[in-house]
C-alpha cells in the first residue's frame, strides 16, 4: 500500500521480504522510488526477512543515492532488525530504529 505527498511517498509493507516474494518486491521498491523524491518504506508487518529481502533494502537505497534521492526505514519489525543487526547495516540506512513492543 503506498500513501503519497507532494515528492515523497509512504510504502507499507505488508508480506514477507523472503527470496518468495524478492522479484515483485524489487518492481514494486523501484517503481515506487522513481515516481517521487523520497520514498518512506515502512516495515513494521514484515514477518519474516532473508538476505533476498535485505538485497531488495540494499538495492533501493543503493539507487535512491545514485539518483540523488532519500530512502527512509521508518518503521522496523524484529525480523528487520534481526537482518540488519546481523549484517551490521543499521548505520548504512541511518534511520533511528523503531521498534512496536506491544
Known amino acids: 500500500m503506498a500513501k503519497s505527498k507532494q515528492g515523497s511517498k509512504n510504502l507499507i509493507i505488508e508480506e514477507d521480504m523472503t527470496i518468495y516474494n524478492a522479484a515483485a518486491q524489487k518492481d514494486q521498491f523501484l517503481q515506487a522510488l522513481a515516481a517521487c523524491n523520497e520514498l518512506d518504506l515502512d516495515l513494521l508487518k514484515v514477518n ?25 526505514l521508518t518503521a522496523h519489525s524484529k525480523a528487520v532488525t534481526e537482518i ?10 541511518g534511520d533511528p530504529i523503531w521498534l512496536d513492543t506491544k
Do not use: C, H, P, W
Not at 540488519?84 to 540506512?93: E, G, I, Q
Open 84 to 93: 540488519l543487526d546481523l549484517f551490521n547495516m543499521a548505520s548504512y540506512f
Open 48 to 72: 519474516e526477512m532473508d538476505s533476498a529481502g535485505f538485497q531488495i533494502l540494499l538495492l533501493t537505497k543503493r539507487e535512491a543515492i545514485k539518483a540523488n534521492k532519500t530512502v527512509r
